[in-house]
């Protein structure tokens, strides 16, 4: 006998395997409606693209999944747990890690110290003695710290700015920067706000190299927010259309172009 199908309600948690499950997020301020009942689902390895007009409610909706704003209804699920409670720093060191439309980096630090920022939240090993003394605990982690950001720094094509200070970046290399300190500690899910702004060709393809590598080797969720329709085209699974703070379609890069409602609402 074929087992009965359970249809999810707001209140029970999602029984697949998926990465982030939202549902029925619904956002206002002062009475207008940024987000109406949005309901989507991502798969780990997967890419999502979210686009829309401006004011669709897409940067909302990735400020409601980081934590920064708290919905007025609905859930959000991460690898199974509710965390629509949860704090943006606790999201973060959960591995749900974002970037933001203008880019954010310590500008008085190398682009290396602004990496090892990522890595500093989990504490030292021994306490201010053992940084004092160096002591092996300490050395230890600092060498794993070292390591974990070399691999990011070649991902991320920063190694000849290593020693350069953020603020004297260009904005290119510099959102690269903020990937890269987003990318620290290998995340299971990321949320990339208009990555492709400000970059160059050469960082557009680094920048594809890094999607392609994450779903590839970690099976890394990227939810994609982007003005570039042939970006979001050539890299998506699937994409998500908001208009005016509700989802207007979904399904695949060729549905979405081949659906009447979105070329008249967005693609021209």
């Known amino acids: 006998m074929a087992p009965t199908q359970q249809i999810a309600t707001l209140d029970q948690p999602p029984a697949g395997g998926g990465a982030l499950t939202v549902r029925g997020i619904s956002v206002s301020f002062s009475g207008v409606v940024a987000l109406s009942d949005v309901s989507l689902e991502v798969a780990r390895g997967e890419v999502l693209g979210l686009i829309g007009p401006n004011g669709a ?45 203008r880019q954010q980096v310590f500008g008085r630090l190398s682009v290396e110290e602004n990496l ?7 504490g030292g090993g021994g306490g201010i003695l053992a940084d004092l003394l160096a002591l092996p605990p300490r050395r230890r982690i600092e060498r794993r710290r070292r ?41 299971s899910f ?3 706000d208009e ?9 557009m393809e680094r920048l594809s190299t890094v999607i392609n590598r994450l779903r590839a080797e970690s099976a890394c969720a990227v939810l994609l ?10 890299h998506c699974d699937r994409i998500v259309v908001l208009e005016l703070g509700s989802v207007l379609a979904e399904g695949s890069p060729d549905e979405i172009q081949a659906n009447a409602a979105v070329r008249d609402a967005y693609l021209g």
């Open 190 to 192: 990321l949320l990339l």
């Open 57 to 101: 409610g897409k940067t909302t909706f990735f400020d409601v999944v980081s934590g920064l704003r708290e919905p007025s209804r609905g859930s959000i699920y991460f690898d199974g747990e509710e965390v629509t409670g949860r704090s943006a720093v606790w999201r973060s060191r959960a591995g749900l890690r974002r970037t933001f439309q």
């Open 195 to 203: 990555p492709t702004s400000g970059l160059g060709e050469a960082e």
């Open 147 to 187: 390591t974990e950001v070399e691999w990011v720094m070649e991902l991320c094509g920063l190694g000849a700015v290593r020693h350069a200070m953020a603020g004297s970046l260009p904005i290119g290399t510099a959102r690269m920067v903020e990937l890269g300190r987003a990318l620290a500690e290998s995340p």
């Open 225 to 234: 927010v982007e003005h570039d329709i042939s970006f979001v085209m050539s």
């Open 116 to 122: 090892l920022c990522a890595l500093e939240w989990r």
